[in-house]
């Protein structure tokens, strides 16, 4: 994978020949050939329908597990061993969220290496981030996420957020994002008792040509991070989504007329900053990203 120039919007190389113009990470270009277009109308007509009933179906059936299990829970339960109960809440909505991408064509999710434990690394950083379809990595681990505050009212979708105990962004609270921060530092340097923080460094959405510049937030901490990488290796990417490109229902229709959609998620060894990155958030990120473009 290449890494941005220092414009967000160029990818360059290590070559320095002349060559086509770099593609932007902004863009995204679907071209569906005549056949392609043929089986699109065929699915839409038969197989989307029965898939996207059976995952709101899922999605539904998860919101009462994750209503009764968030009622009464406070930080001081949070950061006590999980119950009984609670660990088969999670295994149910763990189950229930499979069937959901199931439904959705991901038929099997091709995992690599080991996710580190809490204690070995508080911070899991995602990368390249291109659709809501990587929520999949956060359903599968339940690890808590960086959300923007209004995304608790969404109906349904909302409850099942708060039940990852997100860090919330408010738009409307100026000092938000030094409270967002201070936030994750707590939870990162709080030896594991609370659950892992999944972070998309690069905060916006690209079309997964390079690696655009990390925002250092992540890596204030300066605690050790485990790098994750997503790849979605299918011959027709109806996954991106970015700014310039089909739109999130076209997205979510065109990937449900698939017959079968590829994920691969990897989870690429601990990386324990020096000394120097501890103290500079900026170097441990550009570091970091190096890593997860090679």
Do not use: D, M
């Given at each position: 994978m290449k890494l941005s120039g220092r414009g967000r919007g160029c990818c360059v190389a290590g070559s320095r020949e002349r060559g086509p113009p770099p593609r932007s990470p902004f863009v995204h270009q679907l071209r569906l050939s005549p056949l392609e277009k043929a089986k699109i109308a065929f699915m839409t007509l038969t197989l989307f329908p029965i898939r996207l009933f059976f995952a709101a179906f899922m999605m539904l059936l998860a919101w009462p597990f994750a209503f009764i299990a968030s009622m009464g829970s406070d930080e001081q339960e949070l950061e006590k061993p999980l119950s009984w109960w609670r660990k088969i809440v999670d295994i149910l909505l763990k189950a229930i969220m499979r069937m959901m991408w199931?439904?959705?064509?991901?038929?099997?999710i091709n995992v690599k290496g080991r996710r580190a434990l809490p204690a070995e690394a508080a911070i899991l950083t995602v990368a390249p981030h291109s659709s809501y379809f990587d929520a999949i990595p956060v359903t599968m681990t339940f690890a808590s996420i960086v959300m923007k505050a209004e995304s608790k009212d969404i109906p349904v979708w909302g409850t099942l957020i708060k039940y990852i105990r997100p860090v919330f962004v408010s738009r409307s609270d100026q000092d938000s994002r030094r409270k967002t921060v201070e936030e994750i530092k707590r939870r990162a340097q709080s030896d594991g008792k609370w659950p892992q923080i999944m972070i998309f460094p690069e905060g916006t959405c690209t079309?997964?040509?390079?690696?655009?510049?990390?925002?250092?937030?992540?890596?204030i901490p300066g605690v050790p991070v485990q790098p994750v990488v997503l790849r979605y290796p299918n011959k027709l990417d109806t996954i991106t989504?970015?700014?310039?490109?089909?739109?999130?229902?076209?997205?979510?229709?065109?990937?449900?007329?698939?017959?079968?959609?590829?994920v691969e998620i990897?989870?690429?060894?601990?990386?324990?900053?020096?000394?120097?990155?501890?103290?500079?958030p900026v170097l441990?990120?550009?570091?970091?990203?190096?890593v997860m473009a090679e």
């Open positions: 199931l439904a959705g064509g991901f038929h099997w079309n997964r040509s390079c690696l655009i510049t990390f925002k250092p937030g992540a890596f989504w970015t700014w310039q490109g089909p739109g999130a229902l076209e997205i979510l229709w065109l990937t449900l007329c698939q017959l079968h959609n590829s990897e989870f690429l060894p601990v990386y324990i900053p020096s000394e120097e990155e501890r103290k500079n441990y990120a550009n570091n970091v990203r190096r």
